[in-house]
């Protein structure tokens, strides 16, 4: 794990750990319904990318991002400043 977990900084800058925290965190930050839809993939320059199935919970996910974000501040320095969706089927 440790060495699949700096590989992925090294190429990607991706923070798996990070991840792993955001992925614990996220089922408190939003509603279950959103949640069983919506998947934090990878942050990148400080920004959260969330897989979503469509439009519409690409605008639930955007609405809700203050309140994400602030959910994951106790991060520290390694928190997302902001979040970014992508469709995925």
Same mark, same amino acid.
Do not use: N, Q, S
């Given at each position: 794990g440790e060495v699949l977990r700096g590989l992925?900084?090294? #190429?990607?800058?991706?923070? /798996?750990? #990070?991840?792993?925290?955001? /992925?614990a965190l996220w089922p408190t930050l939003l509603a279950p319904s959103v949640v069983q839809q919506c998947r934090p993939e990878f942050v990148k320059n400080q920004v959260l990318v969330v897989s979503v199935p469509s439009g519409a919970y690409a605008q639930h996910v955007m609405w809700e991002s203050e309140t994400i974000l602030r959910g994951l501040a106790g991060l520290g320095d390694r928190a997302p400043q902001s979040i970014k969706t992508i469709q995925k089927p």
């Open positions: 992925a900084r090294r #190429v990607r800058k991706v923070d /798996l750990t #990070v991840m792993e925290e955001i /992925l």
